[in-house]
């Protein structure tokens, strides 16, 4: 699909049939929509810290959140969240080893979020998560059905907010560029879960080119590098104000697109170059 510049009449085609068989045509169609741009990687990158900082606590009210209620709690003995037989041995408290191992996944995943969002290797992993969640991994599968993955986010995307928006010493600017940019991200990732529990395209389930053998025998992989993403150098405003410097000149991220300074082969990094959207909708 080319979502190159069109006259203001004619609408931008989008490709059905590649929206189900193509991750990377999906991914372009719903960055595009969203209007993922260089503004919101960059807010990504210099505000990787803050995201940070918050990991411990997200983590922690989404597991005190999902023990709170038997459909989900049951889902950590059974992997399912269909089968509503009480577990034989009494329900997992927050304080249990495996909740504390399953929040180390959790971590890993939020710490990953913090990374590059210009290559494909980052949208596949938020898919293969999307997957994992669906039934449909042959190996041990897990069946959590998409009430709870979609309040989950929504719970997610709650706490971010809140969070963000009551930050000390960031100014409103960079609140709101964090906010858009990581919600934007949510929503795609939320769209991940939704789409292994709808029926839209089902006719091209055989041609769904994302879905290698592995996948599909389960295993997120390459949790080493979850550890080692680059941490941000930026302070906050407090201290950039008190240093009379603009907080972006800090940055260790470029000012514009970082995919421009790697080879990326993630075919939408241009999509980063466009410039950013403000809705002004309070403007008037
Ligand atoms: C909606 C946001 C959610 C995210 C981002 C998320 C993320 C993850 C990740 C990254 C893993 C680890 C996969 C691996 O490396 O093998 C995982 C596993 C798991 N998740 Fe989720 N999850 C979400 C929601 C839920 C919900 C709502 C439930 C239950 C109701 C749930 C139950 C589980 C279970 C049981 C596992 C398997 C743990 C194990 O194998 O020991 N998840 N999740």
Avoid at 164 to 179: E, G, Q, T
Wanted: glycine share 4%.
């Amino acid at each position: 699909m080319d979502y190159g510049l069109k006259s203001a009449s004619e609408p931008m085609h989008v490709d059905r049939k590649l929206l189900y068989t193509s991750l990377e045509e999906r991914i372009k169609y719903l960055h595009h929509f969203l209007d993922f741009n260089s503004s919101d990687v960059e807010a990504l990158m210099t505000g990787s810290k803050y995201i940070k900082q918050l990991i411990p606590a997200v983590v922690n009210l989404v597991y005190k959140k999902l023990l709170e209620y038997d459909i989900t709690s049951r889902a950590f003995h059974t992997r399912t969240t269909v089968i509503e037989t009480e577990p034989e041995e009494d329900y997992l408290h927050e304080e249990a080893p495996q909740i504390k191992r399953r929040k180390m996944f959790l971590r890993w995943y939020l710490t990953r979020l913090c990374q590059d969002p210009t290559t494909m290797e980052f949208w596949r992993y938020l898919n293969k998560v999307g997957m994992m969640h669906s039934g449909q991994v042959r190996r041990s599968p897990l069946n959590i059905e998409y009430i709870h993955l979609g309040v989950c986010m929504a719970y997610i995307q709650d706490i971010w907010i809140e969070a963000m928006m009551s930050h000390p010493h960031l100014s409103l600017r960079r609140k709101i560029a964090l906010v858009r940019a990581v919600n934007k991200i949510l929503w795609i990732q939320n769209d991940l879960f939704a789409r292994y529990h709808v029926h839209d395209g089902d006719e091209f389930a055989d041609e769904m080119s994302e879905l290698s053998f592995d996948d599909r025998e389960g295993y997120l992989g390459d949790k080493k590098i979850l550890g080692s993403s680059s941490s941000s150098s930026v302070d906050d405003d407090r201290s950039s104000i008190s240093s009379g410097v603009a907080p972006s000149t800090h940055s260790a991220a470029p000012s514009s697109n970082p995919a421009a300074s790697k080879t990326s082969v993630c075919p939408f990094a241009e999509l980063g170059e466009r410039s950013s959207t403000e809705t002004k909708i309070w403007a008037n």
